[in-house]
């Protein structure tokens, strides 16, 4: 079977990735601590054969919440825990941080996770910079030097308390009264210049084993060098066909650089999407529910065109000069695709609408343009597949399913059922207990 499309939902909140989400006529304000309504969204994810819901986590009150929502889920290995319970097939790729968080904790709950959830679960390990998630744990950031050092430790230790409890460690004879094997379940004894563990974990494997690494972030060198060594799946914010491609080039260079196949890592950039019959009708119930945002965002737009956008005419198209004098700042890969929108003739009001200026490229408008965007970039090798943020969970992730699943289907591009039952063979990566001897082999501790 040739190779296909692997779609991951973006799980944050309650309400869903557009601004304003939460004010949404259909949606239920109580969603943030409403687990039932995660579960509907896994679930209609699940029917859309999504591989994987991605939880981010910045354990931190952040932002203008007088207007704005929390953007977390409310815990993710709790909630998560909680939605493997009413799921059977999609997995959950959870945010841990190494630099806040214990590796023994770690390594015990999202192995917990992967056996309750029987082999669904991944770990999306972050160095995590956030001034305010450091000040809950009461810590300040360190330099990337050293969260990095501490990463590899965290990282290793984990794999390796994973690994602790063998796999056929667990005899279960009765009849001899032998529960365990003791020589196959034994210490780690490591111990790192920032993090240590004793070990064994007190946990057996899972269907898959043990749980899929991921990480997310830019390709700074270190990002790269932890990706390479052990993560399974990247996790990118990239605006652009072709800085896509070169982000996922340097990634499975990356694992090459460690003696892995490159096939081994899938790259996910991410798609916001506004699944609608029409692009008016997308951009109409964008501006329905952010359309204060978008307003504020004019003088970001001129900036980015070079231009000087009116207020009183954010609703007329740009002229022929000012599209003649319209220049994409170099310095932001969105500009060009705000400028593309432009040359459409659509007003400010319109582009803005379109989501130039959001986290990840956006589509709006009938199931066959998102499956388009898709199609493009996983043909040109910017993707093995895509970490999708619906607009509005309530009914947006239903339209992705009933819209754009089937088109995707229909090109041969995504699978008509689950290709397995764990979150591994689903990502078509390679089983691994314990640490990766790959990795292993270039390790200091
Ligand atoms: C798509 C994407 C998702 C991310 N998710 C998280 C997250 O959930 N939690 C977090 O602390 N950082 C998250 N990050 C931030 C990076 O992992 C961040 O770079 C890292 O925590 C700090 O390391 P650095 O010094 O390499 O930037 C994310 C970054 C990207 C691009």
Do not use: C
Not at 102 to 112: D, G, I, S, T, V
Not at 214 to 230: D, E, I, K, M
Not at 287 to 313: K, W
Not at 408 to 415: A, F, K
Request: proline share 7%.
């Amino acid at each position: 079977m040739s190779k296909q499309i692997i779609l991951a939902m973006g799980l944050t909140d309650g309400y869903g990735n557009l601004h304003g989400a939460w004010r949404a006529p259909n949606v239920d304000p109580n969603n943030y601590a409403d687990i039932d309504a995660s579960v509907r969204y896994a679930q209609a994810a699940e029917r859309g054969l999504f591989s994987f819901l991605f939880t981010p986590d910045f354990p931190a009150v952040r932002g203008d919440l007088e207007h704005v929502t929390v953007s977390n889920v409310l815990d993710p290995i709790v909630s998560l825990t909680a939605i493997a319970r009413a799921t059977k097939r999609i997995g959950f790729v959870a945010t841990g941080s190494t630099t806040f968080q214990e590796p023994f904790n770690l390594a015990r709950q999202f192995k917990a996770l992967d056996v309750i959830s029987h082999g669904r679960a991944g770990w999306n390990a972050v160095t995590t910079s956030d001034a305010a998630v450091a000040a809950n744990y009461g810590r300040p950031v360190s330099d990337r030097t050293e969260r990095y050092q501490r990463a590899h430790e965290a990282v290793q230790i984990v794999q390796s308390l994973w690994g602790s409890w063998e796999k056929d460690a667990w005899v279960k004879d009765k009849a001899r009264d032998r529960f365990i094997d003791s020589s196959k379940l034994k210490p780690i004894n490591l111990q790192g210049e920032h993090v240590a563990s004793r070990g064994p974990l007190a946990i057996p494997p899972s269907e898959q084993g043990q749980p899929v690494i991921f990480t997310s972030g830019g390709p700074s060198p270190h990002l790269l060098t932890l990706a390479g060594r052990y993560a399974s799946g990247f996790i990118s914010e990239v605006w652009t066909i072709e800085e896509a491609r070169a982000q996922r080039q340097m990634v499975r260079d990356a694992a090459s650089e460690f003696g892995r196949d490159p096939d081994e890592i899938k790259y996910f950039p991410g798609l916001m999407t506004t699944v609608a019959p029409t692009v008016r009708e997308g951009l109409d119930r964008r501006i329905a529910l952010a359309g204060d945002v978008i307003e504020a965002r004019l003088p970001h737009l001129g900036a980015m065109l070079g231009l000087h956008l009116h207020p009183e005419r954010i609703d007329e198209p740009l002229t022929e000069r000012e599209l003649a004098a319209a220049r994409a700042a170099p310095t932001d890969p969105r500009s060009g695709i705000a400028l593309d929108v432009a040359r459409l003739g659509w007003s400010s009001r319109d582009i803005l609408a379109h989501g130039v200026i959001d986290f990840h490229p956006t589509v709006v408008g009938p199931g066959a343009l998102h499956a388009d965007h898709m199609q493009k970039w996983f043909e040109a090798g910017a993707a093995d597949g895509f970490w999708v943020s619906p607009d509005v969970y309530e009914d947006g992730v239903d339209a992705f399913v009933d819209e754009v699943v089937p088109l995707l289907q229909e090109r041969g591009i995504y699978p008509n059922e689950y290709p397995g039952a764990t979150l591994r063979e689903n990502l078509g990566v390679p089983a691994q207990y314990g640490i990766d001897s790959r990795a292993d082999g270039r390790t200091s501790m």
